[in-house]
Each structure stands twice: as structure tokens, then as C-alpha cells.
């Protein structure tokens, strides 16, 4: 079967580059706009009774929630001269009645627990239209510029803000995470394979499943809420995967070519033996991400779809598109080869290397060397014994982003409350 498979992707490789060609466009344009489709939250059970219990306070009372907390501070004047006042209503009543619902201040409220402990600081708290998180984002992107007072500080925190920022933040560290991987694996494969074309191969199986499975998941977006931190787990297993299903395919067809092979004959048996593990590898990744559907909880489902879509395609990327540049390519996967730089340690035979010499030394102390690593592994996994989990919450944030400063301020300078505190 795998072998039937090598041959017709060798023989039909340019219409199968083709179809690749196209999907990464397609990808590229509308699956990386996944990120505007995610949500921040999804970590309660829609089925609890808690969830209910707020649900039918919100639907026969109304929703009385904090959804956006606008910090107002000035260093002359305090809270009880009538400019600050006037600054902050003033302000506030701009707002458009369809976007904001509720607000709440000091001088409506005349609650001392919206004051300062120096009264020099304020916030409102502003309760948005919209029944989820993405809905209650747009809104603050609606109102967000018209929230600064004139001749005062502000800043904008609460629940909308801190999930728009984590959205934000999870974009920008995966696209900076990628910017630094990919010239590093880039080296480490060049340096493994000797050859610039060979390394260049499964870094670009890597960046078709990320993109592959950012597509699959802006279409679920549309049936299932999709968590923001799906993506991270896309991009571990998709780049992983990708990488080490690479290193097998073009590890074994090098090694068939070197043997004499032609380049269909080393595309069939390659597929025959390194594409049968890829797939039995690939599956059974996938049943066990697969557990993670079974949680109520949005956030989990997230992850466990994000994890099936990049493994699904790493493994359907390899099976395909991996085979038809490895026809392409044929005795060229070794050019641009650094081979030269280091022929004398090419020229050491593999019977004489480091890794054989280790594997015969496991093998003849196998207890050892299993009572050394089980050693090691318990000492590296000891600090999970003291884990504390909690909630996502302005702490996810770096330091210094608007939203979490507000938390902290809040904690800080305020009688305690309970708008996410850092502790």
C-alpha cells in the first residue's frame, strides 16, 4: 500500500507540488486570519450548575457584569475636586448607549472602594453588549480611543482587555517564537544532513502543517468555540512533528539512493518503510490528543482540536507533498552540500561513532543506564509535586501591558477586590 502510494506520488509529484502550491495560498490568506476568530476564555463547564445559576441570574436580572475597568488617575488633583469629576463623567457620557450598557463610578456609586488609598486615582467599571468574549472584544475596540478623560492617566483593564491582550500577545509570541526557531532548526538540520537542500525539506513540511492546521481550525471556528491558546499547541506538534517525520523520510531515501536505488525506486521503498511508521506515528498521536474532546471545557477541546489538525496534516504533509519534492529533487536532496567542510569526520565509518558505541553500551548495561535515567527524570519532574493551578488571568501577560498594570494597580493602591488581583 505505502509503496503503491511512493510511485504515484513520484509519477503524478508536479500535479501533487501544484495542489500544494495552491493550499498554501489558500492558507495563507484566509486560515492565518484564525486569530481574529478565537476566543480568551472557554474555561468554565456551560453544563455546571454554577454556569447555569449565572446564565439565569443574567437572563432575569440582567447582566451586571465588569467587563471593562478604566483607571483614571491624576498627580495634582484628588477625586473630590469637581474637574476630576466632570472629566471622568464627562468622558463616560460620550459613550454610545448600544455599546455600553452599565457604568459605575465614585460619584454615582459613592463607593470608597473605587478610590485610591492617596485618592489621586479612580475607575469605572463599564459592562458591554455582547452575549460571549469575542463579541464584548469588539466592543471595546469600539469605545476603546474615546476612553481617555482630558487632563488625567488613563489606562484600560478588565476581563474584555485582558483577553484582547492575550489574543494579541499569543500572536505576536508565535510569530517571534517562529522568527528564532527557524533559522536555528534550519542549522541543526544543514549540519545533520550536510546539505542545504535535504535540511531545507522538513522545515518546509513544518511551516505546511502550521498552516495547514490554521486553516482547519478558522473552519471549526465556525461550528465550535476555538481557544486562543490552540495555536500554541499547533505550533509545538505541527513544527515537532513535521521535523522528526522529515528526518525519517529523507534519512531513509538518502540511504536507498546510496544504495544504488533510482529516485522512484528510493521514493517507493522509502514510503514502504519510513512512510509506514509516519503514519502509524501519526495516528497514534492523534487518538491520544483525541482524549482531550471528551472535556466540557472550551479551552481543553481547543487543544485537543489544535493538536489533531497540525498532526493530521504534518502526517498527511509527509505522506504527499514530502515524497513529491523527494522525487523532484532525486540525487540533488544533497545539494548545497557542507559535507566538505567536515570530511574528515564524514569520512568516520558509523560503526565507529559516537551513537553506535553509546547503543552498544545501553545494550550491555541496560539496568544501569535505565536506573540512570529514571534518576534523572525524577529529579527534573520533582517541582511538580508543589504545582498550583489556577485560572488564566492578567498574570498570563508580560509585565507592563496595559490591561495587567490596571490588575495590579487595583491590587495595590485599592481596598482589595476582586477584579483578577496579582498576588
Do not use: C
Request: aromatic share 8%; hydrophobic share 50%.
Amino acid at each position: 500500500m505505502f509503496e503503491r502510494l511512493g510511485r504515484t506520488m513520484y509519477r503524478r509529484r508536479w500535479v501533487v507540488l501544484g495542489l500544494a502550491v495552491a493550499f498554501i495560498a489558500f492558507g495563507g490568506i484566509w486560515g492565518t486570519q484564525v486569530f481574529g476568530q478565537l476566543i480568551g476564555g472557554g474555561f468554565d463547564n456551560p453544563s455546571s450548575e454554577s454556569t447555569r445559576a449565572i446564565e439565569k441570574a443574567d437572563a432575569d436580572l440582567g447582566r451586571d457584569g465588569a467587563d471593562v475597568i478604566v483607571l483614571y488617575r491624576s498627580a495634582t488633583t484628588t477625586v473630590d475636586d469637581p474637574s476630576f469629576a466632570s472629566a471622568v463623567d464627562g468622558t463616560l457620557s460620550k459613550l454610545p448607549s448600544d455599546v455600553v450598557t452599565r457604568t459605575a463610578t465614585y460619584w454615582s456609586t459613592k463607593s470608597p472602594g473605587l478610590v485610591s488609598h492617596d485618592k489621586h486615582a479612580t475607575y469605572a467599571v463599564l459592562t458591554l453588549k455582547g452575549d460571549d468574549d469575542e463579541a464584548r472584544a469588539d466592543a471595546l475596540d469600539e469605545i476603546h480611543d474615546d476612553l481617555a478623560a482630558p487632563g488625567l492617566q488613563t489606562q484600560v483593564g478588565g476581563p474584555a482587555a485582558i483577553n484582547r491582550d492575550i489574543n494579541t500577545q499569543v500572536s505576536e509570541d508565535i510569530a517571534t517564537a517562529e522568527s528564532l526557531s527557524m533559522p536555528v532548526l534550519l542549522v541543526l538540520l544543514v549540519i545533520i544532513f550536510g546539505s542545504l537542500a535535504a535540511a531545507s525539506l522538513p522545515l518546509a513540511v513544518g511551516g505546511l502543517a502550521i498552516l495547514g492546521a490554521f486553516t482547519a481550525l478558522r473552519g471549526l471556528s465556525y461550528v465550535t468555540d476555538v481557544s486562543v491558546f490552540s495555536v500554541n499547541v499547533v505550533t509545538i506538534l505541527g513544527l515537532g512533528l513535521a521535523i522528526d517525520y522529515g528526518l525519517f523520510m529523507v534519512g531513509r531515501f538518502r540511504e536507498e539512493l546510496s544504495r544504488g536505488a533510482t529516485t522512484e525506486d528510493a521514493v517507493a521503498r522509502t514510503m514502504a518503510t519510513a512512510g509506514r511508521t509516519v503514519a502509524v506515528s501519526g495516528v497514534t498521536v492523534a487518538v491520544s490528543l483525541a482524549g482531550l474532546l471528551i472535556f466540557p471545557l472550551a479551552f481543553l477541546r481547543s487543544m485537543g482540536l489544535g493538536g489533531l489538525s497540525a498532526v493530521l496534516v504534518a502526517m498527511i504533509a509527509a505522506l504527499t507533498v514530502l515524497p513529491a519534492l523527494l522525487g523532484v529533487l532525486g540525487h540533488r536532496v544533497d545539494a548545497l552540500s557542507v559535507r566538505r567542510l567536515f570530511r574528515r569526520k564524514a569520512a568516520v565509518q558509523v560503526e565507529r561513532g559516537f551513537w553506535y558505541r553509546l547503543a552498544h553500551s545501553i545494550m550491555r548495561r541496560p539496568v544501569v543506564y535505565a536506573v540512570g535515567v529514571l534518576a534523572v527524570l525524577l529529579l527534573a519532574g520533582a517541582p511538580f509535586l508543589r504545582v498550583e493551578f489556577g485560572g488564566i488571568d492578567a498574570r498570563a501577560l508580560p509585565s507592563g501591558t496595559e490591561s495587567r498594570v490596571v490588575s495590579e494597580t487595583l491590587d495595590r493602591d485599592f481596598v482589595r477586590n476582586g477584579q483578577s488581583p496579582i498576588t
